[in-house]
C-alpha cells in the first residue's frame, strides 16, 4: 500500500483568538482529520484523495468566518509521510494527565505514571495533545472498565481503545474509515502489549453485536448522525464518552441524544472543546 499524500492548508486570520474557533466549526463540515494551532491561525490536514476540491475559496467556503473578515490568507501545501513522520518528531512532547496517564513516542524516555502509553501517530489523529483526546482519555480513566466491551468509534491511533484495555476492558474493539489508521491502530496495539481488534468501516453497518462502552471523538456532525447507531450498538446500562464539539453546541447533542433515551451525565470542558457523557 502506497503511503497516503496528505494537505495542509494553512488558515491566517487577521484576529486568531476570537475566529479560530468560529473557523474550526467550519472547517468540521469538511474531510480534514488533524488541526494545528499557530500563531497567527490554525492548519488543518486532510488526505488528498478524500478532499473533494482542489482549492478552498475563503468567501465560497467559509461563509461565517470570511464574514467576520477574518480569513486573510489560505495556503496549501502537500506532505510527503516521510516529511510528516520528521516534523512530528521534531515537535512532539509526551503528554501527561495528572500521575495517572502518560502518552509518548517510541523515542521519548519512559514516564513515572500509572499507565504509559506509547503512540506512533504517524498519519492518524490521536496523540492525547488537542484539548478533546486529553478530555476523552480523562474520562476513560474515570470509568470502571474491568470486564467491560468497549468499541472506539473513528479509533485514528486507537490511544482510547488502548487505553481502556490497559484498564481492564476485555473484547475492545475499534474502526476507522482510513485504511492508514486501521494499520496505525494495529502497530499501536502491538507496540502496547494488549489485545485490539480493528477493521476500516466508513458506518456502523459492520458493527452488528452491542457493548459495554462506546468511545466516540469526531465531530458534531458526525455526532448527530451516528446518535442512532451508538443506541442500537449499546448494552442497557452502556455508557457512551463523546467529543470532538465546542460548548456552544451541547445543547443540541444533548437534545439529539436524550431523543434515543440516552441520560446525560455531565461533561468537561477545555478550551471550549467539550467531552461529554451519556447512559442508556
Known amino acids: 500500500m502506497a503511503d497516503p499524500v496528505y494537505l495542509a492548508y494553512s488558515f491566517r486570520l487577521a484576529d486568531p483568538e476570537s475566529a479560530r474557533?468560529?473557523?474550526l466549526a467550519e472547517l468540521s463540515e469538511w474531510p480534514f482529520d488533524t488541526f494545528e494551532e499557530t500563531e497567527d491561525g490554525l492548519i488543518a490536514y486532510v488526505e488528498k484523495r478524500q478532499m473533494p476540491v482542489t482549492a478552498l475559496v475563503a468567501e465560497d467556503h467559509f461563509p461565517i468566518t470570511s464574514g467576520l473578515t477574518a480569513i486573510t490568507e489560505i495556503k496549501v501545501d502537500e506532505i510527503q509521510q516521510e516529511n510528516w513522520n520528521a516534523n512530528w518528531e521534531s515537535s512532539f512532547e509526551p503528554i501527561q494527565i495528572e500521575d495517572?496517564?502518560?502518552?509518548r513516542a517510541p523515542f521519548h524516555h519512559p514516564c513515572k505514571v500509572d499507565i504509559e502509553l506509547i503512540i506512533e501517530p504517524k498519519m492518524s489523529f490521536g496523540t492525547g495533545h488537542h484539548q478533546t483526546t486529553y478530555q476523552m482519555l480523562q474520562g476513560i480513566d474515570a470509568l470502571d472498565l474491568k470486564g467491560k466491551t468497549v468499541l472506539d468509534v473513528g479509533c485514528g491511533t486507537a490511544v482510547l481503545a488502548i487505553l481502556a484495555a490497559k484498564k481492564g476492558a476485555i473484547g475492545v474493539e475499534a474502526f476507522d474509515c482510513d485504511d492508514w489508521c486501521v494499520d496505525n491502530s494495529r502497530e499501536n496495539a502491538e507496540r502496547n502489549g494488549v489485545d485490539l481488534k480493528v477493521w476500516q468501516a466508513h458506518d456502523f453497518?459492520?458493527?452488528?453485536?452491542?457493548y459495554?462502552?462506546?468511545?466516540a471523538n469526531i465531530n458534531k456532525n458526525v455526532l448527530l448522525q451516528q446518535v442512532q447507531d451508538y443506541a442500537?450498538?449499546?448494552?442497557k446500562g452502556g455508557v457512551i464518552l463523546i467529543s470532538g464539539f465546542y460548548t456552544e453546541d451541547v445543547s443540541d447533542l444533548k437534545m439529539a441524544f436524550e431523543a434515543y433515551r440516552f441520560t446525560y451525565q455531565g461533561h468537561t470542558v477545555k478550551d471550549n472543546w467539550v467531552c461529554a457523557k451519556f447512559i442508556i
Open 205 to 210: 453497518a459492520a458493527v452488528q453485536k452491542q
Open 21 to 23: 474557533e468560529v473557523l
Open 232 to 235: 442500537r450498538a449499546l448494552k
Open 100 to 103: 495517572r496517564i502518560a502518552v
Open 212 to 215: 459495554d462502552v462506546l468511545l
